[in-house]
């Protein structure tokens, strides 16, 4: 499991609202079922990370500490499996098959954190989608970025970000081309990063 502070970060991304929905076509083939599927995923997926929220800002929580990092994993670890029977049977869900759900399912497998493997097969899954404008290339940004992280190598889009310990700032984790990333940033919907790293320092 990765660290605390690593988890916080995405859940704060989430509360920010940075789930932005690209329109899509309704092509009448929704898959409702899988919706289902996908948008319960989630919200299993972010009830324990709201949790662990409220006991980081001392506010009252009817679960121990011991029980949410317990059942946070396990969700995971549940979802995970889940998620991998998703992308085998239908590859990567897009807007076309589930709507805004599809952004859940991403939300989903940012957090496949102990399999890098699936979350690489997943992110070149979701390529072929945000080229046909059928998944959020802001999403596809994180989910990258996520990625390199995980496996100790430079970030592109500067998504991921730590915080010292000390001074409570955040900054981006080492980047590939730290004078292009705002142009890159921008290409996939982003705002500017300094922008960025300023939601979470207030």
């Not at 972010?46 to 009817?62: A, G, N």
């Not at 949410?68 to 969700?75: P, V």
């Not at 100790?152 to 970000?161: A, F, P």
Request: glycine residues 4%; charged residues 30%; aromatic residues 12%.
């Amino acid at each position: 499991m990765k660290s605390l502070i690593s988890k916080a970060i995405f859940i704060a991304i989430l509360l920010l609202g940075y789930f932005i929905t690209v329109p899509y076509a309704q092509s009448g083939k929704m898959n409702t079922v899988l919706i289902k599927q996908i948008d319960s995923m989630f919200k299993s997926d972010q009830f324990w990370r709201k949790e662990f929220v409220k006991v980081q800002h001392k506010e009252r929580s009817v679960y121990s500490d011991e029980t949410i990092q317990s059942k946070w994993s396990e969700t995971d670890s549940i979802n995970e499996l889940k998620a991998k029977a998703i992308i085998k049977k239908y590859g990567y869900p897009g807007y076309d098959l589930v709507g805004e759900s599809s952004d859940n399912f991403w939300a989903i497998i940012q957090h496949c954190d102990d399999d890098i493997a699936f979350q690489e097969h997943v992110v070149a899954l979701m390529k072929k989608q945000v080229d046909k404008n059928n998944a959020s290339k802001r999403n596809y940004a994180y989910l990258t970025d996520r990625i390199l992280v995980n496996k100790n190598q430079k970030q592109i889009y500067g998504t991921q970000l730590s915080r010292d310990n000390k001074t409570g700032k955040f900054s981006a984790f080492p980047l590939k081309y730290p004078k292009l990333v705002d142009k890159l940033r921008e290409q996939v919907g982003l705002e500017p990063l300094a922008d960025y790293i300023k939601g979470f320092d207030r």
